[in-house]
């Protein structure tokens, strides 16, 4: 069943029938025998169907950002920014797809080749509730251009999102077989992938659900591309304005209300700052995030998407304090509604849980670091590698620094964030492939080489 809940209040609003196994395959086939003619469409005709969808977006930005608010509460803010992000990456698409996808020629040495750029068939993506726009866009926006259809699969609380994403697309032009939503669940995946009509598949999703489903792509020989957890280290090497630093490191930190996988969730600080950058954070935190609705414009610290989500996280920081790590703010439920508030740790060591596992909500764990060397290891000692940010005054020593993190992205003097031609993905256990920018539309591409003589 897919539901909508609003998460400030705990009231259920709306609920949609999972599709039946026969739906699932009509839809399939629907997205299947649609693929030849979307394919034989020209480069040009369907960048200008994703333009137009970038318009169509912009217009039902304060629409699209309401139903985040009530799905998953994001503040109203934050969901009009995320569609602006959303129409950045349609256009970015519609404008670069003909570059993008241009023929590729290779002198050989005793010929000519040239290496071709095309679709590979009907996708599956798996997206989750986070970002309901925004992750979807990342996925099929150059896929449209590039020519594959797309079965898409949205998370079970975000079914007004799915539904608004569906319209508008097929108000801009995608033909209503090009692109088809589904309310499939979760059980429903693995017949999906097992199916031959399907190419390849992408999840936006937690570790556990990529391994499930890279199992499964994997038992069919798909093309997989994965996007999972993160718990990106934040290193401060120095700084000239502390307060600057303060605000801005947390800033990106409770994005989202901290429901950011690329947000920076472990902030290492070196030695002869740590002391102060604590009190400083602490005070930030506990005076400037304050719970408050969502919808109201002057809200800082909305509720997390449900209330079994905050409950997981209160229990997290719980269990950190109980191992032995300080409690310096925040950590406390707060009711009605899936609120938790803004938190800080410090002294997670090694033996406790909290200092591996990703902590995905309003909570900051800062770090001390003897020296360059010893941040840098504090950075690479987890499973994860996702994304990085490494702040200070001299930039030769910034990019030193951020050569030697395990990540697949390194921001210097900014955090995480997203921008439609930057690439974004990770290693080791936060996933396969890459999202966006050039690399994002090569990763369900046929690269075809022809041999011309």
Request: proline fraction near 6%; aromatic fraction near 6%; hydrophobic fraction near 40%.
């Amino acid at each position: 069943m897919y539901s909508v809940t609003d998460p400030a209040r705990g009231v259920l609003v709306e609920e949609v029938a999972n599709s039946t196994e026969e739906e699932v395959r009509a839809a399939i086939g629907r997205v299947a025998g649609a693929y030849p003619g979307w394919r034989g469409r020209s480069v040009g005709e369907r960048a200008a169907v994703v333009a137009r969808a970038a318009e169509l977006f912009a217009e039902r930005a304060d629409e699209l950002a309401a139903i985040m608010t009530l799905e998953m509460g994001k503040r109203v803010n934050e969901g009009r920014g995320e569609v602006g992000i959303v129409v950045d990456i349609f256009r970015y698409y519609a404008e670069h797809g003909t570059t993008l996808l241009a023929d590729e020629p290779i002198d050989l040495k005793d010929g000519k080749a040239v290496i071709t750029k095309g679709p590979i068939g009907a996708l599956l993506g798996i997206m989750p509730w986070n970002f309901p726009c925004y992750q979807v866009a990342r996925f099929v926006a150059p896929n449209l251009v590039l020519g594959n259809t797309i079965l898409l699969k949205h998370a079970s609380i975000c079914p007004r999102s799915a539904r608004a994403i569906e319209e508008i697309l097929h108000a801009a032009g995608v033909p209503d077989d090009v692109y088809v939503n589904t309310y499939a669940s979760s059980r429903q995946i693995p017949a999906i992938l097992a199916d031959p009509r399907i190419a390849g598949v992408s999840l936006t999703g937690s570790e556990q659900a990529g391994i499930s489903v890279a199992a499964e792509a994997g038992k069919n020989l798909k093309k997989t591309v994965l996007e999972l957890g993160g718990s990106d280290p934040l290193i401060i090497l120095d700084t000239d304005d502390l307060d600057e630093t303060v605000n801005a490191t947390a800033t990106a930190r409770m994005r989202n209300c901290g429901q950011s996988c690329n947000a920076p969730k472990r902030m290492i600080v070196l030695a002869g700052l740590y002391d102060e950058y604590v009190d400083r954070l602490t005070k930030r935190v506990t005076e400037y995030y304050v719970p408050g609705d969502p919808a109201d414009p002057a809200t800082k610290l909305p509720p997390l998407a449900s209330a079994a989500a905050a409950d997981e996280v209160a229990a997290q920081v719980a269990k950190a304090v109980d191992q032995g790590a300080t409690l310096r703010a925040g950590g406390h439920r707060i009711t009605p509604g899936a609120y938790l508030e803004a938190t800080v740790l410090t002294d997670v060591t090694p033996e406790m849980d909290a200092y591996y596992e990703e902590i995905f909500g309003p909570v900051v764990i800062v770090f001390k670091a003897t020296d360059e060397d010893h941040a840098v290891a504090l950075a690479n000692d987890t499973p994860f590698g996702l994304g990085a940010s490494v702040w200070g005054t001299d930039p030769d020593r910034n990019r030193r620094v951020a050569d030697r993190i395990d990540a697949g992205m390194v921001y210097l003097n900014r955090a995480g964030g997203s921008q439609a031609d930057l690439p974004f993905g990770g290693i080791k256990r936060s996933g396969l492939g890459r999202e966006l920018g050039p690399a994002g539309i090569e990763e369900f591409m046929n690269k075809k080489s022809i041999r011309l003589g």
